[in-house]
């Protein structure tokens, strides 16, 4: 039986926790946070409750740590349960800065624990059908790739995600999922160009990037105010073409006269954050490699970073030679 | 009776604005110029009009009010040039040329003459594009920021693919369209491009750019992107899109021109179609550049708008070379 900690009780907390939950071979035994009044979830799920990290991993000394705080404190956290010799699940991205993803990887790989960032975008059904569909030949090489990802600008309570400093921003923050799936279909880019507009209250960039494969990329990521959120993606080939758009796809939808307001679903069984979570436990328990390596956790941050230095230049960035 | 004539029938369009002539109560299709009297015969005859394989002879025999020139890109100044000669009224296919120079002497030629000339940008008829810029101008989305735009394709045929005659491929073929139209909307002038283009990146061998993602950026700090690729497969269902998505300080505005379809599956034709049923855009420019003509007022879109159109497409050219954002006056030269 795996000995699970989840740190961070926030919204990706609570998908983590209930992901664990699913896992036979795993027991999440208590729950940290800084914020005391988070101990009212650690009663919800019956679970031992801490506001310091190091205290629960003495007490408790799990076998895997799953950490789901806000990206400015990914490498302190997962330092800590590294050299408490836990393996340890990250939510995305490794970290906000170039200098912290560095120390992340050096205690990951010096670690030898399991170490796995929550690409979750990998997980998802229609990325990897759709990647699935790639690697068979169904739309021959593919040449442009459009992505976009959209949602409602952070509020208040949220704080965090919109401060910079602490996010890396939207390019960093929601973006980082495409960045992640474009390394996924084609590995490292040559050149990124991209240009942003954060401002009034809207957060909007538009990305283009060319791969050695000669393919290129078109990205969009934009949180606006009330937006829903939103995203999808279109694959164009040598052979054939794959779009998949999530405002088109809703089997589950409802409209309630008097509340004036319409809602879509898609329901699935095994969410994308529960496949994410039984893969990670499942590599610690036959001692397999994650299918998201720390490497493609780096790199997709460095795409992420050259684009964000992109639009803060008005250059083109080489990848080669661009170091965070 | 207006009386019009189409010069050339070497691009697609030429068929929609032949049976746009024929229909049109107020105009009379009289004449068809190609090279090829084969196919311009067999057009001329389909029509009722009269066939010639000489353009200058058809523009003095003739002497129709006005003539639309669908030939290969490159060959458009020539005929321009010889229709602003005969002073014949001229709308134009686009791109309106190949080059600057071409652009700017048949522009020339035209006003020196005191003919009309029209770049054919039927986009700007689409009704919801029509509304699109209603909604935007009136503020509606507020002070506009951003646009990621689409103008996809199917690889064409024949001279499309042929850089001597077509003066390029995807990028030329597909940036005037919404280069023209975010000008017309934002009635702001680009001042710098860069893109990204594929030379038989979809189509291997093709020798020719099928791929092109454009970063075009607005003297104000506005900035749109714009995918001309020839991306849509043969076996899609439509020939291709124009979009545009605009997110402003109050909102988000978005238009895809030709969603007005019809989703038909046929066995009998063995595929799958998206068939447009909106308005035909081709009469609409053409009803508009006939009222012109009668008021006697410049064409809604002139050459210089086809200029303009062109000099971005030309420009995005020239960043793909060097792999920088191109200044627009840097084509200008």
Same mark, same amino acid.
């Given at each position: 039986m795996l000995k699970v900690c989840v740190v961070g009780?926030?919204?990706?907390?609570?998908?983590?926790?209930?992901?664990?939950?699913?896992?036979?071979?795993?027991?999440?035994?208590?729950?940290?946070?800084?914020?005391?009044?988070?101990?009212?979830?650690?009663?919800?799920?019956?679970?031992?409750?801490?506001?310091?990290?190091?205290?629960?991993?003495?007490?408790?000394?799990?076998?895997?740590?799953?950490?789901?705080?806000?990206?400015?404190?990914?490498?302190?956290?997962?330092?800590?349960?590294?050299?408490?010799?836990?393996?340890?699940?990250?939510?995305?991205?490794?970290?906000?800065?170039?200098?912290?993803?560095?120390?992340?990887?050096?205690?990951?790989?010096?670690?030898?624990?399991?170490?796995?960032?929550?690409?979750?975008?990998?997980?998802?059904?229609?990325?990897?059908?759709?990647?699935?569909?790639?690697?068979?030949?169904?739309?021959?090489?593919?040449?442009?790739?459009?992505?976009?990802?959209?949602?409602?600008f952070p509020s208040s309570d949220r704080g965090w995600y919109s401060d910079e400093e602490k996010s890396g921003g939207m390019i960093v923050d929601m973006m980082i999922h495409d960045f992640y799936f474009l390394l996924w279909l084609f590995g490292d880019a040559e050149r990124i160009y991209a240009k942003r507009v954060a401002a009034h209250g809207v957060d909007c960039a538009l990305v283009t990037m060319r791969f050695a494969s000669g393919a290129v990329a078109h990205l969009e990521g934009n949180w606006t105010p009330?937006?829903?959120?939103?995203?999808?993606?279109?694959?164009?080939?040598?052979?054939?073409?794959?779009?998949?758009?999530?405002?088109?796809?809703?089997?589950?939808?409802?409209?309630?006269?008097?509340?004036?307001?319409?809602?879509?679903?898609?329901?699935?069984?095994?969410?994308?954050?529960?496949?994410?979570?039984?893969?990670?436990?499942?590599?610690?328990?036959?001692?397999?490699?994650?299918?998201?390596?720390?490497?493609?956790?780096?790199?997709?941050?460095?795409?992420?970073?050259?684009?964000?230095?992109?639009?803060?230049?008005?250059?083109?960035?080489?990848?080669?030679?661009?170091?965070? | 009776m207006i009386r019009a004539a189409i010069l050339s029938f070497a691009h697609l369009h030429a068929n929609s604005y032949a049976q746009c002539l024929h229909r049109h109560s107020g105009i009379e299709f009289c004449a068809v110029y190609d090279e090829d009297s084969a196919c311009g015969g067999e057009q001329a005859q389909r029509y009722g009009a009269k066939f010639y394989q000489d353009a200058m002879e058809l523009l003095r025999?003739?002497?129709?009010?006005?003539?639309?020139?669908?030939?290969?890109?490159?060959?458009?100044?020539?005929? !321009?040039?010889?229709? &602003? @000669?005969? #002073?014949?009224?001229?709308?134009?296919?686009?791109?309106?040329?190949?080059?600057?120079?071409?652009?700017?002497?048949?522009?020339?030629?035209?006003?020196?003459?005191?003919?009309?000339?029209?770049?054919?940008f039927p986009v700007r008829y689409s009704p919801p594009v029509v509304r699109f810029r209603e909604m935007v101008r009136g503020g509606r989305a507020g002070l506009p920021l951003a646009a990621s735009c689409t103008n996809h394709g199917r690889m064409p045929p024949g001279w499309f693919l042929n850089k001597e005659l077509a003066g390029g491929g995807a990028v030329i073929d597909h940036?005037?369209?919404?280069?023209?139209?975010?000008?017309?909307?934002?009635?702001?002038?680009? !001042?710098?491009?860069? &893109? @990204?283009? #594929?030379?038989?990146?979809?189509?291997p061998g093709l020798g020719i750019d099928d791929v092109g993602l454009l970063t075009i950026e607005y003297e104000d700090g506005f900035f749109a992107t714009l995918d001309t690729s020839w991306s849509r497969p043969a076996i899609f269902p439509t020939w291709g899109d124009v979009t545009i998505r605009m997110t402003g300080t109050d909102g988000v505005l978005q238009v895809d021109a030709f969603q007005q379809e019809l989703e038909v599956y046929s066995d009998r034709d063995g595929r799958a179609e998206w068939q447009h049923w909106g308005e035909n855009i081709d009469m609409l420019m053409i009803d508009d550049f006939v009222n012109h003509l009668l008021r006697n007022e410049p064409p809604a879109i002139t050459g210089e708008d086809g200029l303009r159109a062109l000099e971005t497409a030309l420009c995005a050219y020239q960043s793909a070379k060097t792999n920088k954002p191109v200044d627009i006056n840097d084509i200008r030269c």
């Open positions: 009780m926030g919204y990706m907390g609570v998908q983590h926790l209930r992901a664990w939950e699913r896992i036979k071979f795993a027991d999440v035994t208590a729950l940290v946070d800084a914020d005391a009044a988070k101990s009212a979830e650690a009663e919800k799920f019956g679970l031992r409750f801490y506001t310091d990290i190091e205290n629960a991993l003495n007490s408790e000394k799990p076998d895997v740590v799953d950490i789901c705080l806000p990206t400015h404190l990914h490498r302190s956290a997962v330092e800590t349960a590294l050299a408490a010799g836990c393996h340890v699940m990250c939510e995305k991205p490794i970290a906000a800065r170039w200098e912290d993803a560095l120390a992340v990887r050096d205690a990951a790989q010096k670690s030898g624990r399991k170490f796995m960032v929550g690409h979750v975008i990998r997980f998802f059904h229609e990325y990897s059908a759709a990647h699935a569909l790639v690697q068979s030949g169904k739309i021959g090489d593919v040449g442009v790739v459009r992505t976009f990802r959209r949602a409602g009330g937006a829903p959120f939103t995203y999808g993606f279109e694959l164009a080939g040598t052979k054939g073409l794959i779009a998949f758009d999530s405002t088109r796809r809703k089997p589950l939808w409802i409209r309630q006269y008097d509340a004036g307001v319409e809602s879509g679903e898609s329901p699935i069984h095994n969410s994308p954050y529960y496949l994410q979570t039984e893969h990670f436990a499942q590599c610690i328990i036959n001692d397999s490699e994650p299918v998201v390596t720390v490497d493609d956790a780096l790199q997709t941050l460095r795409l992420a970073l050259a684009a964000c230095e992109s639009t803060r230049t008005g250059k083109v960035i080489e990848l080669t030679g661009f170091a965070g | 025999g003739e002497k129709p009010d006005f003539a639309i020139v669908c030939a290969e890109n490159v060959r458009h100044c020539n005929l !321009v040039l010889a229709c &602003a @000669e005969a #002073g014949v009224h001229c709308m134009c296919e686009k791109p309106i040329a190949t080059t600057v120079g071409d652009a700017n002497e048949m522009i020339k030629a035209c006003t020196d003459a005191g003919v009309h000339l029209m770049t054919c940036t005037v369209h919404v280069a023209d139209l975010l000008r017309w909307i934002l009635d702001r002038e680009a !001042v710098r491009v860069y &893109a @990204e283009v #594929g030379h038989g990146l979809l189509h």
